[in-house]
């Protein structure tokens, strides 16, 4: 993990928390949803990581014309040289280990669903057949904050597929100097695989097997349950929340920090692990209402309250 980590941070500058969060998703075997702007190196991490995993990677641009068979594949009518006509898959650019779906909410609710099926099955069904995705598989979807004429908001249901939501902020005044040293010369390093991919199916095995302390789990239990209006005891929760995190954000968390623990070389995850991962795993997974929203209550406001009630 040190060499992968070495081997990213060396291609994509000033952005060594989201690298961070990525390689824990994917060490935790979930997918990304990385919200920024254009220009701040998205699809360059997708196409990096690719590189230094041993992964078989593709990109799909979603566009409001996008069918689930441009993603999926199809059947289509074979002649065998016998004469003999019978229907054959032709898989479609979904059939990777990892797939970056760029602008997601500009494709259509009805291939968002087929995506969808994807990342929580890890198969697909076309014509009534079930046809099973490489492993690893892995989805990381980049979302523009700004543009939102012309798109499709991702439904509540898929977007608790996602294992984390990250957000890409502009680099520093010393990383964006290294960007540009290191992107407008001739010398530009290109990244080299540091593991396969069944070496990362094996570390994403283990990685299941870390130990989880019971105050560890206590303090989980207390975050996600403290965040959703019916079982709250903080008032900031039940005057502003629509609907809070469900059980998929506690199964994210146990993953996650159990992954984060073997990136920071320790034996088993703490508490402030939970502290580290609990934004980027809940903030997609809670709404506000439009109270909240004319009194200028933010989503970070309400995760800061609930990890205080967490904190030793």
């Known amino acids: 993990m040190d060499q992968i980590h070495t081997e990213v941070t060396g291609i994509i500058f000033g952005q060594d928390r989201v690298i961070e969060e990525t390689l824990v998703t994917i060490l935790a075997g979930g997918h990304v ?15 990096t990581l690719g590189t230094v995993l041993g992964l078989d990677e593709k990109r799909v641009q979603f566009t409001p014309d996008l069918m689930p068979s441009d993603i999926i594949g199809a059947e289509i009518l074979d002649e065998d040289p016998g004469g003999k006509r019978h229907f054959r898959f032709v898989q479609g650019p979904l059939f990777c280990q990892l797939l970056m779906a760029d602008e997601i909410n500009r494709a259509s609710p009805r291939t968002q669903s087929a995506l969808l099926q994807a990342m929580q099955e890890k198969r ?75 070496e990362l199916l094996a ?40 609907w809070g995190p469900g059980p998929r954000a506690s199964q994210a968390l146990m993953s996650g920090i159990r992954a984060r623990a073997v ?24 709404a506000l209402n439009f109270a909240a929203r004319a009194e200028g209550i933010s989503l970070s406001q309400i995760i800061a309250d609930l990890i205080q009630k967490i904190k030793p």
């Open 203 to 242: 570390a994403q095995e283990l990685v299941r097997t870390v130990p989880v302390s019971e105050s560890v789990l206590e303090a989980i239990l207390t975050l996600v349950r403290e965040g959703r209006p019916e079982t709250t005891t903080l008032d900031s929760v039940k005057r502003h929340v629509v």
């Open 33 to 47: 949803l990385l919200i920024g702007l254009p220009g701040l190196g998205k699809t360059r991490l997708v196409e």
């Open 263 to 286: 990136i920071h070389k320790r034996l088993s995850p703490s508490i402030d692990d939970v502290v580290a991962l609990a934004a980027p795993i809940l903030r997609h997974r809670m």
């Open 124 to 198: 697909v069904s076309v014509a009534g057949h079930y046809h099973e995705l490489p492993r690893p598989f892995h989805v990381l979807a980049t979302q523009n904050p700004l543009e939102q004429e012309g798109t499709y908001p991702l439904p509540e249901a898929q977007l608790d597929r996602f294992f984390m939501e990250i957000n890409v902020a502009y680099p520093d005044r010393q990383a964006e100097r290294d960007i540009l040293l290191s992107t407008t010369a001739n010398n530009s390093k290109t990244p080299k695989r540091i593991c396969s991919a069944a």
